[in-house]
């Protein structure tokens, strides 16, 4: 943390419809609740097209509304005996963790192969979306809530990392992956890729052939760490490089991958990473019009961002001291500990 103190700056989701249907018998889960097949069927009206909100890969997530009005997100993942594994392993995290910037699981289903979670309805999307404009009527989020936003992952990443017993490594840290409430507050998602323990090798499943001497790489490009493609090894410094290009795409504006010109924005932002005093080149156009705009303050956050992208695993900033450097140093997030301190 020394080299802190050399500072001086200061510091596709589709709309929810009112004319939504209760499922006849649902009722609000209680946390961890377990439904019963027939229950997911009702709430997500035996899976029908029009409830569908989004989809991955390995999943496909609907929406749901319960008799008293509320809404959920309902994730169904496809039916494989690996999935299924990885569905009991991500079941097993969530009925561990609590933190109010973490998913909260509702309930869940594991009657069959295809595993179903059951999650609160964050009715502002995703980050990802958020910062491509990509949703109706979204707003433009300003530096402060920005700001806010990137403290409040900190904080669950620190929570994964050294406060939750089981030691998580989240493994798939991207914009895409916090999801935003009706206040735009953080809640970090998808603990599909997650690994519990400091550190743990990626193995390829025992069935597959076509990987038989090779490990498997989980993560998303423009997010993944090179150290973790070079080695398999997974460790809390993965997830902290991740958060190192969110700050980027938070500073910038621009994508984690350029799928255009085939470049991660870490290349991209190279020049401000070297030398943050050339952040305003960079920084996102849309703070033109955003008093709560800092640019001394812009400047120190590309240099933590720097810190967690550093190429040495062991040399990059953890979790903790992320979230104390941005608690000493980012007045933009001042206010959030005003009450606390009186």
């Not at 991955?56 to 749901?64: D, H, P, R, T």
């Not at 991500?90 to 179903?116: A, Q």
């Not at 150290?227 to 795409?249: N, P």
């Not at 040495?312 to 941005?326: G, K, N, Q, Y």
Request: proline share 3%; hydrophobic share 40%.
């Amino acid at each position: 943390m020394a080299i802190l103190k050399f500072f001086k700056f200061k510091i596709r989701r589709k709309r929810v419809h009112d004319d939504l249907v209760a499922a006849p018998d649902a009722t609000k889960p209680d946390p961890c609740n377990k439904f019963v097949w027939d229950e997911i069927e009702a709430l997500t009206m035996k899976f029908s097209t029009s409830r569908k909100i989004g989809h991955g890969g390995f999943s496909s997530v609907y929406l749901a509304k319960f008799s008293d009005s509320s809404l959920a997100a309902v994730k169904i993942q496809c039916s494989s005996e690996r999935l299924n594994q990885v569905f009991k392993q991500e079941l097993k995290i969530l009925l561990t963790v609590s933190h109010p910037y973490i998913i909260k699981l509702k309930g869940y289903c594991d009657e069959r192969d295809e595993g179903v979670l059951v999650f609160d309805y964050m009715c502002n999307g995703t980050l990802d979306e958020n910062l491509r404009g990509c949703r109706k009527n979204s707003l433009i989020l300003s530096w402060k809530k920005r700001m806010v936003i990137a403290y409040q992952l900190a904080l669950a990443i620190e929570y994964l990392h050294d406060k939750c017993s089981l030691q998580i490594v989240h493994g798939d840290i991207k914009a895409a992956n916090v999801l935003l409430d009706e206040n735009y507050d953080c809640k970090l998602c998808d603990f599909g890729s997650a690994k519990m323990g400091f550190s743990s090798l990626v193995l390829p499943p025992p069935s597959s052939s076509s990987m038989k001497h090779n490990r498997m790489i989980v993560g998303s490009q423009g997010y993944v760490d090179p150290h973790y493609l070079k080695t398999g090894l997974a460790s809390k410094k993965q997830d902290v490089y991740s958060f190192g290009v969110i700050l980027l795409e938070l500073i910038t504006g621009m994508e984690a991958f350029c799928s255009e010109n085939k470049q991660n924005l870490t290349t991209v932002a190279d020049p401000i990473l070297s030398d943050a005093a050339k952040v305003q080149e960079m920084i996102d156009p849309r703070f033109n019009n955003d008093h709560t705009f800092d640019l001394n303050e812009a400047k120190f956050m590309v240099s933590v961002s720097a810190m967690c992208l550093r190429r040495s695993p062991s040399t990059r900033l953890s979790a903790a001291e992320i979230v104390t450097t941005m608690k000493d140093q980012v007045s933009s997030i001042s206010y959030l500990f005003e009450n606390s301190a009186k």
